[in-house]
């Protein structure tokens, strides 16, 4: 079983930055994939950013340009900074972990970003 624990989120100011962490265990396979989702009210929950060990990154559109996901592969960590942010990212963000051999998908608890306008 593997466990996701997020922390960083919080209230921040459109134009500030945020940083989000999260920190992976348990049994976790080394071919893996981690990033972020997030779900606003009354919303779908969608991508955010994504990275696959040893690969690039992947963004929303919306985010490019603004966010900067990294892993430290060492900690099993992964970190979304978020940067020049906007009201509508305001969501719940969920941190995810993609297992690739056998295939399993782990999620977090979840994490409150509110950008206030």
């Known amino acids: 079983q593997v466990q996701l624990v997020e922390s960083g989120g919080g209230l921040v100011q459109t134009g500030g930055s945020l940083g989000l962490s999260c920190a992976a265990s348990?049994?976790?396979?080394?071919?893996?994939?981690m990033g972020w989702y997030r779900q606003a009210p009354g919303k779908q929950r969608e991508l955010v950013a994504t990275?696959?060990?040893?690969?690039?990154?992947d963004y929303a559109d919306s985010v490019k340009g603004r966010f900067t996901i990294t892993r430290d592969n060492t900690k099993n960590t992964v970190y979304l900074q978020m940067n020049s942010v906007k009201p509508e990212y305001t969501a719940v963000y969920y941190c995810n972990l993609k297992a690739m051999a056998p295939f399993v998908n782990y999620w977090g608890q979840g994490t409150q970003v509110t950008v206030s306008s």
């Open positions: 990275l696959a060990r040893g690969g690039s990154p």
């Open positions: 348990g049994r976790i396979s080394s071919i893996n994939v």
